[in-house]
Nanobody, 123 residues
Framework: VQLQASGGGLVQAGGSLRLSCAAS????????MGWYRQAPGKKREFVVV?????????YADSVKGRFNTSRDDNAKNTVYLQMNNLKAEDTAVYYC????????????????WGQGTQVTVSS
């Protein structure tokens, strides 16, 4: 599985962005997909994971109610992260990740990573 994240940028606090992660590979629909982020000088932080079926999602408390993830398992093989009401503390490089196991993504031991996309929120 190869992952390509996009959609980052500069936005004012309170604004919105939508990140995309396009995956290659015919087994995409069976993989749990997640997002992590890392701010300068900080440890990598879990953001959200969505199960292979799309029926289960788990969000970090810091983004609950503001971020929403979804997936398109048809032609696009893409997972999305809609980020609303952005705050300065959301500034980070966002990475998408994939693994057959939701638990692996939650634990940060996922098998596949994409390159990051920078999100900068100005206050």
């Amino acid at each position: 599985v190869q992952l390509q994240a996009s959609g980052g940028g500069l936005v004012q606090a309170g604004g919105s962005l939508r990140l995309s992660c396009a995956a290659s590979g015919s087994t995409f629909s069976s993989y749990a997909m997640g997002w992590y982020r890392q701010a300068p000088g900080k440890k990598r932080e879990f953001v959200v994971v969505i199960s292979g079926s799309g029926g289960h999602t788990y969000y970090a408390d810091s983004v609950k109610g503001r971020f929403n993830t979804s997936r398109d398992d048809n032609a696009k093989n893409t997972v999305y992260l809609q980020m609303n009401n952005l705050k300065a503390e959301d500034t980070a490089v966002y990475y998408c990740a994939a693994d057959p196991s939701v638990v692996a993504v939650l634990a940060g031991t996922e098998r596949y990573w994409g390159q990051g996309t920078q999100v900068t929120v100005s206050s």
